[in-house]
């Protein structure tokens, strides 16, 4: 057992992901290196590789178009013995990356020197902001995966989720409604000091989805037909002679994966990004609400510092006040009238913010006040 040890690496450690661009001379150039956080989905709970000694995976990315390359090297590969076989880690990561990640170096590095220069990420740009760390400029873009570039584009970065978010899920990038997915990708853009060159690095991205929320005239919901007790939702509802025109009703948008690479985390990037498209969907006529799915405590302490920081340049927020008057009554539960009721729904219906996530926000800035 113990022998079998010596031949079992912690998959973390093991893999490192580079960022790599062309150099003017034509060489290849590592911009950014890390290790993976989390590989417990792709290589079982463990999250160790058995099979090999001083195993060195390099997942290489090209910095701006995000095309992989996966290289495997080690010293002494196990021979099967019975059942015990060493893991086939190309085979595993298939399922996790695309063909082109497999292909030989040779083939990556031509193909990333072939990028021209006027590349730009897809979609159309929507913010800039500059860079806190240097003299970079930070760019979003804005995109949606119906473009084939887009699903390109996400499908070679969606390792990325399994590797940052924990629990975090694929987007299945050939899904028949890819356009009610919005992608914003974050960018540094900054030049190259030995030629001035323009070169773009892969920051991060957001993906997000929009759900109707139906607000038909007639019929109202009414429980399914089936038995089941159920509310008649969307797809059930008969939509008549077909003149809604979906891309008008009320909707909520979700945001679904939210991620940073980490050279460029603890920078105000995320924060950045989150506050700037929720500047874009306030000015969303159709949205309601802009929800988070299964946000995690890092994502969540970041938009509680956002969503506040917001509200506070509101002037009705400012008028927020803990009603004095009231008195407490004794069962402890504080009354729905300590704050003024319709002051407080409406703010939150205006600054678009989920119930929960407003009362959260409303007590974290409460509760500074009273300090
Ligand atoms: N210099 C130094 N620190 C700064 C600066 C700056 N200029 N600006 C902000 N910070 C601090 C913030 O105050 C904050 O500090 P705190 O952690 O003590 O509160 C911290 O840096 C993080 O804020 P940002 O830099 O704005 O956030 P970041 O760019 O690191 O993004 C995120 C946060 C999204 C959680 C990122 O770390 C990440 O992608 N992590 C891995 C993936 C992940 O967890 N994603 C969220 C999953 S949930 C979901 O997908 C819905």
Redesign the pocket.
């Known amino acids: 057992m113990a022998e079998l040890d010596n031949w079992s690496s912690n998959a973390s450690d093991a893999i490192v992901i580079s960022v790599v661009s062309p150099t003017a001379e034509g060489a290849i150039t590592t911009v950014s290196k890390f290790h993976p956080?989390f590989t417990y989905s792709i290589f079982g709970d463990e999250e160790r590789i058995f099979g090999y000694q001083k195993l060195h995976i390099n997942l290489r990315y090209n910095a701006n178009d995000m095309r992989p390359h996966l290289g495997i090297q080690y010293k002494k590969k196990f021979q099967a013995v019975g059942e015990t076989e060493p893991d086939d880690i190309k085979k595993i990561l298939k399922e996790f990356l695309p063909e082109v990640a497999f292909q030989k170096a040779s083939e990556f590095e031509a193909a990333i020197k072939a990028v021209p220069e006027s590349w730009t990420p897809p979609g159309e740009k929507v913010a800039s902001f500059p860079s806190?760390?240097d003299d970079s400029t930070m760019e979003m873009w804005k995109a949606n995966l119906a473009d084939p570039a887009v699903k390109q584009l996400v499908s070679r970065i969606q390792i990325l989720?399994s590797f940052?978010?924990?629990g975090?899920t694929f987007l299945d990038v050939d899904e028949d409604d890819a356009n009610r997915w919005t992608i914003y990708f974050l960018y540094c853009r900054k030049s190259d000091p030995k030629t001035s060159k323009q070169i773009y690095e892969f920051a991060?991205y957001?993906t997000l989805y929009s759900f109707y929320m139906l607000q038909l005239p007639t019929p109202p919901a009414s429980p399914a037909q089936d038995g089941s007790g159920r509310t008649a939702a969307k797809d059930d509802l008969d939509l008549g002679d077909g003149n809604y025109d979906l891309s008008q009703l009320p909707c909520r948008s979700r945001?679904?994966?939210?991620?940073?690479?980490?050279q460029?985390?603890?920078?105000?990037?995320?924060?950045?990004?989150?506050g700037e498209l929720y500047k874009q969907y306030l000015n969303h006529p159709q949205t309601i609400e802009l929800t988070?799915?299964?946000?995690?405590e890092?994502?969540?302490?970041?938009r509680d510092?956002?969503d506040l920081t917001y509200l506070r340049t509101r002037p009705d927020f400012q008028k927020l006040r803990i009603n004095s008057d009231i008195r407490l009554p004794k069962n402890g539960l504080v009354p729905k009238n300590i704050l003024d009721p319709s002051l407080y729904d409406n703010i939150r219906r205006a600054a678009k913010i989920a119930p929960r996530q407003f009362a959260r926000v409303v007590e974290m800035h409460l509760m500074s006040r009273l300090a």
């Open positions: 956080k806190t760390k989720v940052f978010i924990e975090g991060g957001c945001i679904s994966q939210f991620l940073i690479t980490p460029y985390q603890g920078q105000g990037n995320g924060s950045r990004l989150y988070v799915e299964d946000p995690n890092a994502f969540d302490d970041m510092v956002c």
